[in-house]
């Protein structure tokens, strides 16, 4: 990063935490009916930043839910282009009597603004907008390489819209690299790449026994129990040690790259650790793969819940006719999610218990994401993060989904570079959600870097 650059982000660091806390008063709650107007609202926000930052042809595209936002810079010939990804909307502030200050009023405690959306997303996709502002400022008005802006406000309902988009639009949207600001810090201080994200299935199984719910005491011993049935059925999955037991599961799994797992070895993590933040007796899983492979590198089956029969206060002796379950499985690379689905309804047709029917409905299935160490991008991502916290890199993986970077792998061809300035105990989705204050200000000066990195490669 230039003398220049870094100069200018502090002469405007007072300006620029004005603007986010102007953000993030919107109550931009994108899954509640009432909050629609201030979700149309942020997102002329968001335009309005784009265009004060340089961005041209800036528009606010109206969906059948909430807008898109999108603009470009596209006047450095020969240089690669960046499609800058992030989202407005947040989630609900709920409770809201465990916040310590109201949700939407930012609060500084500590070197933290604490409120709704400060890590997720806005926060982090703002320093985008504001590292594109600096480095106009400082290019005589220009950019080191070409800029897309495609920014969403329906992330946190599932991203129909922007998904659509997508689809229908491949050569507007065509770029080198996705960049994409929805993610953390492995520890504080420590520059970290995620270069993985393991996908998703999400099932609902129904389990059916007798026509209707049966008296115990008449019935009992003889009928089917459709919520002991499915119990049974979801037991088999797994074996004592935690390994699935659904034939296919592991058929197509790859291994991390070595740059990947050497990585691991240097990441400031302990099992002793881990297992005190969980607040659970022991871990569970493969024993012969390491914790950090397991939530990272490995598919995963587990059960969210169940429900049927009788849960109410006192007693009512029923053999229960019908129960549910919520069960999901977590992908990782080169496994394809219609084929785990179906080995997934094959292995529950061949186990179903006797006297229980049972349906599977899929309610979504989106695969894995990994992205190459050794990418001109990420390489060049990586170097920033070493240079401006001056510590070497690590590439970890996510457990959960982005979507959105699956899709831009699909449909764009690009990678996406996963570069998140939050901390592991930010509390998103929960009260009190916080954002380090020093942390916005590095990720404006570490995406400004890789910008410039990338454009000079």
Same mark, same amino acid.
């Given at each position: 990063?230039?003398?220049?650059?870094?100069?200018?982000?502090?002469?405007?660091?007072?300006?620029?935490?004005?603007?986010? !806390?102007?953000? $993030?008063?919107?109550?931009?709650?994108?899954?509640?009916?009432?909050?629609?107007?201030?979700?149309?609202?942020?997102?002329?926000?968001?335009?309005?930043?784009?265009?004060?930052?340089?961005?041209?042809?800036?528009?606010?595209?109206?969906?059948?839910?909430?807008?898109?936002?999108?603009?470009?810079?596209?006047?450095?010939?020969?240089?690669?282009? %960046?499609?800058?990804?992030?989202?407005?909307? /947040?989630?609900?502030?709920?409770?809201?009597?465990?916040?310590?200050?109201?949700? !939407?009023?930012?609060?500084?405690?500590?070197?933290?603004?604490?409120?709704?959306?400060?890590?997720?997303?806005?926060? @982090?996709?703002?320093?985008?907008?504001?590292?594109? =502002?600096?480095?106009?400022?400082?290019?005589?008005?220009?950019?080191?390489?070409?800029?897309?802006?495609?920014?969403?406000? +329906? +992330?946190? %309902?599932?991203?129909?819209?922007?998904?659509?988009?997508?689809?229908?639009?491949?050569?507007?949207?065509?770029?080198?690299?996705?960049? %994409?600001?929805?993610?953390?810090?492995?520890?504080?201080?420590?520059?970290?790449?995620?270069?993985?994200?393991?996908?998703?299935?999400?099932?609902? /199984?129904?389990?059916?026994?007798?026509?209707?719910?049966?008296?115990?005491?008449?019935?009992?011993?003889?009928?089917?129990?459709?919520?002991?049935?499915?119990? @049974?059925?979801?037991?088999?999955?797994?074996?004592?040690?935690?390994?699935?037991?659904?034939?296919?599961?592991?058929?197509?799994?790859?291994?991390?790259?070595?740059?990947?797992?050497?990585?691991?070895?240097?990441?400031?993590?302990? =099992?002793?650790?881990?297992? @005190?933040?969980?607040?659970?007796? &022991?871990?569970?899983?493969?024993?012969?793969?390491?914790?950090? &492979?397991?939530?990272?590198?490995?598919?995963?089956?587990?059960?969210?819940?169940?429900?049927?029969?009788?849960?109410?206060?006192?007693?009512?002796?029923?053999?229960?006719?019908?129960?549910?379950?919520?069960?999901?499985?977590?992908?990782?690379?080169?496994?394809?999610? +219609?084929?785990?689905?179906?080995?997934?309804?094959?292995?529950?047709?061949?186990?179903?218990?006797?006297?229980?029917?049972?349906?599977?409905?899929?309610?979504?299935?989106?695969?894995?994401?990994?992205?190459?160490?050794?990418?001109?991008?990420?390489?060049?991502?990586?170097?920033? !993060?070493?240079?401006?916290?001056?510590?070497?890199?690590?590439?970890?993986?996510?457990?959960?989904?982005?979507?959105?970077?699956?899709?831009?792998?699909?449909? $764009?061809?690009?990678?996406?570079?996963?570069?998140?300035?939050?901390?592991?105990?930010?509390?998103?989705?929960?009260?009190?959600?916080?954002?380090?204050?020093?942390?916005?200000?590095?990720?404006?000066?570490?995406?400004?870097? !890789?910008?410039?990195?990338?454009?000079?490669?």
């Amino acid at each position: 990063m230039t003398a220049a650059v870094d100069r200018y982000i502090q002469q405007n660091e007072s300006r620029f935490l004005d603007e986010l !806390f102007t953000f $993030l008063r919107i109550p931009s709650v994108s899954t509640l009916p009432e909050h629609k107007k201030d979700v149309a609202r942020a997102a002329e926000f968001v335009a309005d930043a784009l265009r004060q930052a340089g961005i041209e042809h800036v528009e606010v595209i109206q969906t059948a839910k909430h807008p898109l936002i999108s603009g470009d810079w596209l006047h450095a010939p020969g240089k690669p282009t %960046v499609l800058c990804y992030g989202h407005y909307d /947040v989630q609900p502030p709920d409770p809201l009597d465990l916040w310590d200050t109201p949700p !939407f009023e930012p609060n500084i405690r500590n070197g933290n603004v604490y409120a709704r959306g400060s890590a997720d997303d806005k926060g @982090q996709m703002y320093m985008h907008i504001k590292a594109i =502002e600096a480095l106009r400022e400082t290019h005589g008005g220009r950019l080191p390489l070409n800029i897309k802006f495609l920014i969403e406000g +329906e +992330e946190e %309902v599932g991203g129909e819209s922007i998904s659509a988009y997508v689809r229908r639009h491949k050569e507007k949207l065509k770029a080198d690299v996705a960049l %994409v600001s929805d993610t953390e810090l492995f520890a504080d201080g420590v520059p970290t790449l995620c270069i993985g994200l393991r996908g998703l299935v999400y099932l609902e /199984v129904e389990a059916a026994g007798p026509a209707r719910d049966l008296h115990s005491g008449m019935y009992g011993g003889a009928a089917p129990n459709a919520v002991y049935g499915l119990i @049974q059925l979801l037991a088999r999955a797994k074996d004592e040690k935690g390994r699935i037991r659904i034939p296919g599961i592991y058929d197509d799994l790859s291994t991390p790259d070595p740059v990947e797992v050497e990585s691991w070895k240097r990441l400031p993590f302990t =099992e002793k650790e881990f297992l @005190q933040h969980i607040g659970s007796s &022991a871990l569970t899983g493969e024993p012969d793969q390491s914790v950090l &492979a397991r939530v990272w590198a490995r598919p995963t089956f587990e059960v969210h819940g169940i429900a049927g029969g009788f849960t109410g206060a006192g007693a009512k002796t029923v053999i229960p006719a019908k129960a549910v379950a919520k069960v999901s499985l977590r992908l990782v690379p080169e496994q394809k999610p +219609e084929k785990v689905v179906a080995a997934v309804k094959e292995w529950i047709s061949q186990n179903t218990p006797e006297g229980i029917r049972t349906a599977v409905r899929v309610l979504s299935a989106s695969p894995a994401t990994l992205v190459n160490p050794h990418h001109r991008a990420i390489e060049a991502a990586a170097k920033a !993060f070493s240079d401006v916290l001056a510590k070497e890199t690590v590439f970890v993986r996510g457990g959960g989904s982005i979507p959105i970077v699956g899709e831009f792998a699909s449909e $764009l061809g690009i990678p996406t570079v996963l570069m998140g300035f939050g901390l592991p105990d930010d509390g998103l989705h929960s009260p009190n959600e916080k954002y380090r204050i020093a942390n916005y200000y590095l990720g404006i000066r570490t995406i400004a870097k !890789f910008l410039e990195d990338y454009a000079a490669l």
